[in-house]
């Protein structure tokens, strides 16, 4: 069975702290995805990758990098976590040669930052 | 600006029953469109999705229609059950969609199914 798998489901942090959350595929997918999901607004575009060591900006950037140094792990960094970026975050992959928009998503990893 | 919405953020439906879940889009240079399914603590997975050279396609149990002269995108389940309680997504990508490329997202309908 595919798997998505984001390191952890809920974290707590504080204001001002480096996070790191982790998600790793097993679908030898080219591309990987960070989003975001906050009610009401639906999932949005942090950022995604379409090869290793390449990245590109989604529709919500700010406050956040990636690193994608092998082809299955991609990461999402919060360098100062701050109380607005408490949200559920998703990770996902696809396949670059796949011609449907099927995303292949994690369980989401549930960040509060106080 | 670009926005993928719905016309009601909540759906109750009597088990057995067709559900419709709708959505509204406004870029009119979206040509490919996606219908997601997500359950409460699991991330949204795939249903079906419709290229806009097309008015409507089936799957098992689920039909998405297209009416791109009004920007309308509609998900018919058929015969809904108790696992179809999940939050639907529609999306849609630009035209000239490839794989990698963004896929916005709108914000959900909450379908609850009733005994």
């Known amino acids: 069975d595919v798997k998505v798998t984001q390191s952890s489901r809920y974290l707590v942090k504080r204001t001002g702290e480096k996070v790191f959350l982790e998600c790793v595929q097993d679908?030898?997918?080219?591309?990987m995805f960070w989003y975001r999901q906050d009610p009401g607004l639906g999932l949005r575009l942090i950022y995604f990758?379409?090869?290793?060591?390449?990245?590109e900006k989604g529709d919500i950037p700010e406050g956040y990098s990636v690193s994608r140094e092998k082809k299955e792990r991609f990461s999402l960094i919060l360098e100062s976590a701050s109380t607005n970026q408490t949200s559920m975050y998703l990770c996902?992959?696809?396949?670059?040669?796949?011609?449907?928009?099927?995303?292949?998503f994690g369980e989401g990893s549930r960040l509060t930052v106080l | 600006g670009e926005s993928v919405g719905l016309h009601l953020p909540t759906l109750s439906v009597q088990e057995g029953d067709n559900s419709i879940i709708n959505c509204a889009y406004s870029?009119?240079?979206?040509?490919?469109f996606i219908w997601y399914k997500q359950e409460s603590g699991k991330g949204p997975q795939f249903i079906i999705d419709?290229?806009?050279?097309?008015d409507k396609r089936q799957g098992q149990r689920v039909t998405v229609l297209l009416n791109k002269t009004v920007k309308h995108l509609s998900l018919q389940i058929a015969a809904t059950q108790p696992g179809d309680s999940a939050v639907y997504f529609c999306?849609?990508?630009?035209?000239?969609?490839?794989?990698?490329?963004?896929?916005?997202f709108g914000s959900g309908t909450r379908l609850s199914i009733r005994p």
């Open positions: 996902a992959s696809s396949s670059g040669g796949s011609d449907t928009g099927e995303l292949f």
């Open positions: 679908m030898d997918h080219e591309n």
């Open positions: 990758s379409y090869d290793v060591k390449m990245k």
């Open positions: 870029n009119s240079a979206s040509d490919y």
């Open positions: 419709i290229r806009s050279n097309m």
């Open positions: 999306a849609e990508t630009p035209r000239g969609w490839s794989s990698a490329s963004k896929i916005i």
